[in-house]
């Protein structure tokens, strides 16, 4: 995205091994500030950063030739990873909002992440990492609460057909959130597939409360769908 903050700037552009060249990256931006070449945005408790048009133009044409171009893109994503699990880890409680705002902030950043990880099924479950899925994973109630289930499942099914490597509690959680969004499409057919899939999966780990969950999210199917003799 054109904004970004400082700790984006320092986590995408420095390998972590290499953490004391951060000092670098922060001299480079302060001095592309004194040049009006980056604006500062003022949030309050954060400063954001924007990078103008050319800038930015010519920063991603060079970027695309460049050998660590790889590199930089697994570093973004597993940066705004962090922060979208770290927020999503809040959707459900009192600070709703404030999780809400922080995923809207970096929305860019994640359909760009989840891009790059989608587009090379290598890097989507790099070092087992499982990026691509649990990215989705993480943004599942977001999109939820959004309304932006066609988005949701868009990107859930496509992670799910790259990474059949996942720990299974990641992949039935990702199966999941597929069954309720292609419920909210009125795709019974398919939401039911992928809830009883998910289903299978938590009996086999013997997760009790998943389980209850996938029964409860199988019958909201049926009630919808007015198949109420299952």
């Known amino acids: 995205a054109d904004v970004f903050d400082l700790d984006a700037a320092v986590e995408v552009c420095v390998a972590p091994d290499t953490r004391p060249a951060a000092t670098e990256i922060v001299d480079s931006i302060e001095r592309l500030i004194d040049r009006s070449l980056v604006a500062?945005?003022?949030?309050?408790?954060?400063?954001e950063l924007r990078l103008l048009g050319l800038i930015r133009e010519f920063a991603a044409e060079r970027a695309i030739g460049s050998p660590e171009a790889g590199l930089i893109r697994l570093r973004h994503a597993?940066?705004?990873?962090?922060?979208?699990?770290?927020?999503?880890?809040?959707?459900d409680g009192p600070h709703q909002l404030?999780?809400?705002?922080?995923?809207?902030?970096?929305?860019?950043?994640?359909?760009?992440?989840?891009g790059w990880l989608l587009a090379d099924s290598t890097q989507s479950v790099d070092e087992g990492d499982h990026l691509a899925l649990r990215t989705s994973v993480a943004l599942g109630r977001a999109w939820y609460l959004h309304g932006r289930a066609r988005e949701a499942v868009d990107y859930l099914d496509r992670a799910l057909a790259v990474d059949t490597s996942a720990p299974p509690e990641l992949i039935a959680d990702a199966l999941h959130l597929s069954g309720v969004m292609h419920d909210e499409l009125r795709d019974p057919a398919v939401a039911r597939e992928r809830l009883e899939a998910s289903l299978a999966l938590q009996r086999s780990i013997g997760?009790?409360?998943?389980?209850?969950r996938e029964l409860n999210s199988l019958g909201v199917v049926a009630r919808n769908s007015g198949d109420t003799d299952r």
């Open 40 to 47: 500062t945005i003022d949030r309050g408790a954060r400063t």
């Open 78 to 91: 597993r940066h705004f990873l962090k922060v979208a699990e770290t927020a999503a880890a809040t959707l």
């Open 207 to 212: 997760n009790g409360r998943r389980i209850a």
């Open 98 to 114: 404030d999780a809400l705002a922080e995923l809207d902030r970096i929305a860019d950043d994640i359909r760009a992440a989840l």
